[in-house]
C-alpha cells in the first residue's frame, strides 16, 4: 500500500473506527465460519486477514462486545480499540471500501427484483435483504435508491390487471412534515424546492436514515422507500409530484427533464444546463454535509434556475 499521510487536510474532521482484531485457534474449526459470518452480517469491513472496522458508536461497540465473548469463550484472542487512520489509508477510502461492498448487495437486490415474476413471497424476502443490506450502509452506497426504485416496481407489478395505482387527492397539504432520505442531492433538493415552492409553502422537513426510521401517521414521506411519492415507472419524485399536483407550470415541466436526466443517469432530454447544474450540486453536497445546509443552499438555486426556465418558455 502506497504511504499517504491523512493530515493534509486539517480542516476535515478525522472518522473514529472500531478496530476488532482477533486471533482465532485451530480448533474448533465452525469457530472461524462462525465468526466470519458473524462479521460479515455486521457489516465489519476487512481491513486484513484478521482485522474488522466499523465506524465507531454505542451498537457498534456493543455487535463487536458480544462477538469478543464468543471469540474469547472459544478459545481465542480479541483486541477491541477506537482508532483514527494517520497513514497509509485515509477515511474516504475505507469509506469508499464499505460503500463498494454495500454496493454489490443492492446490485444482486435490484438484478432480482427486475427479473423476478411478480410474486408477494419474493417481494417480501427481497424487502428483507434490502432492509438488511441498508443496516449495514453506515455512508449511504449510491446503489440503494435503485434497489429501493426495483422494488417498488416490482410491488407495482403485482397489482391486478387494470388495477390503477392510487393517486392521492391533488388538494395541496398545508404545513405537513415531508421526510425524505439524509443526504440530498439532485432529485431530493429539487422535489424540496418544488413543495415549498408550489405544494405546500410552510412544509417542514426531516431527513432520516430509511433503515431506522419508522413511519408516524400524517408525515408525507418522498423519495423514500414504500414513501407517498417516490419514482413511478420512468418518472423521477420530481416528476412524481408534478403529475400528482397537476403541475403543468412549462418551467416547472423543463426543470423536471433535466432533474430525470440526472437522477436516472440519462440522456433522454440532453438540456444543455444539465452538466452545470450536476456539477453545482456536487459542490454542494461536498460543502455542506448537513441537510439543512444543503437545502438553505439549494433552495436560491432551483429558484433561480426555475425563473430562467420560465422566461425562456
Known amino acids: 500500500m502506497r504511504y499517504k499521510s491523512n493530515t493534509a487536510d486539517p480542516e476535515r474532521p478525522s472518522i473514529e ?6 486471533q482465532l485457534p485451530a480448533d474448533p474449526a465452525y469457530l472461524r465460519v462462525k465468526v466470519a459470518r458473524r462479521l460479515k452480517r455486521l457489516g465489519a ?3 486484513k486477514s484478521s482485522v474488522y472496522v466499523l465506524p465507531a458508536g454505542d451498537e457498534a461497540a456493543e455487535d463487536f462486545r458480544w462477538l469478543l465473548r464468543e471469540v474469547v469463550a472459544g478459545g481465542g484472542e480479541v483486541t477491541l480499540s477506537r482508532a483514527t487512520f494517520v497513514d497509509g489509508i485515509d477515511d474516504e477510502e475505507v469509506k469508499a471500501m464499505f460503500q463498494r461492498e454495500r454496493d454489490a448487495e443492492y446490485e444482486e437486490i435490484t438484478t432480482a427484483a427486475r427479473a423476478a415474476a411478480p410474486g408477494a413471497e419474493e417481494l417480501a424476502r427481497l424487502r428483507r435483504r434490502l432492509a438488511e443490506a441498508a443496516a449495514r450502509d453506515p455512508f449511504e452506497a449510491p446503489g440503494r435508491a435503485a434497489a429501493e426504485h426495483a422494488l417498488q416496481a416490482m410491488a407495482g407489478r403485482l397489482r391486478p390487471e387494470g388495477e390503477a395505482a392510487p393517486v392521492p387527492s391533488t388538494a395541496r397539504p398545508q404545513g405537513a412534515t415531508w421526510v425524505t432520505r439524509r443526504g440530498m442531492k439532485v432529485d431530493r433538493l429539487a ?14 422537513f426531516r431527513f432520516v436514515d430509511p433503515a431506522t426510521h419508522e413511519h408516524a401517521p400524517g408525515e408525507l414521506r418522498f423519495d423514500m422507500y414504500e414513501g407517498e411519492y417516490g419514482h413511478e415507472g420512468e418518472r423521477c419524485t420530481y416528476e412524481t409530484l408534478l403529475q400528482r399536483f397537476a403541475l403543468d407550470d412549462p418551467g416547472l415541466q423543463r426543470l423536471g427533464e433535466m432533474v430525470h436526466d440526472l437522477d436516472c443517469k ?12 450536476a456539477a453545482i450540486i456536487a459542490g454542494i453536497a461536498a460543502a455542506n454535509a ?6 438553505a443552499v439549494g433552495l436560491p438555486l432551483f429558484e433561480a434556475l426555475y425563473l430562467e426556465l420560465r422566461r425562456r418558455a
Open 191 to 204: 422535489s424540496a424546492w418544488l413543495i415549498r415552492r408550489f405544494i405546500d409553502p410552510q412544509a417542514r
Open 290 to 295: 448537513d441537510d439543512e445546509a444543503r437545502l
Open 17 to 22: 473506527w472500531l478496530l476488532f482484531i482477533h
Open 266 to 277: 440519462e440522456s433522454r432530454f440532453a438540456h444543455p444546463e444539465g452538466p452545470g447544474v
Open 45 to 47: 469491513l476487512q481491513l
